[in-house]
Nanobody
């Protein structure tokens, strides 16, 4: 059974930081590409950042220089460090591996 469990979301002021985690089980994590997506109300789900099994990364233009995706294969966990957060970053953030999705974690950026 595949499980992707996100954590680390919450309410933060503009300019603040959050670190999201996604713990994976039921997949061969070390050889899996992983992704973080987000979906704001009334909008489609978009890719935020991805990381390959070898550690290559890619980012949406809107988060480049502010967000960092990383992985710890020993812990079967992928992270998303989010700095300099903006109100437009408010969304539900989802972890993705292959065709599997986590349940999402809410990130709200507001003063």
């Amino acid at each position: 059974q595949v499980r992707l469990v996100e954590s680390g979301g919450g309410l933060v002021q503009p300019g603040g930081s959050l670190r999201l985690s996604c713990a994976a089980s039921g997949i061969m994590f070390s050889i899996s590409g992983m992704g973080w997506y987000r979906q704001a109300p009334g909008k489609q789900r978009d890719l935020v950042a991805g990381i390959t099994s070898s550690g290559n990364t890619n980012y949406a233009d809107s988060v480049k220089g502010r967000f960092t995706i990383s992985r710890d294969n020993a812990k079967n966990t992928v992270y998303l460090q989010m700095n300099s957060l903006k109100p437009e970053d408010t969304a539900i953030y989802y972890c993705q591996a292959h065709w599997y999705w986590g349940q999402g974690t809410q990130v709200t950026v507001s003063s």
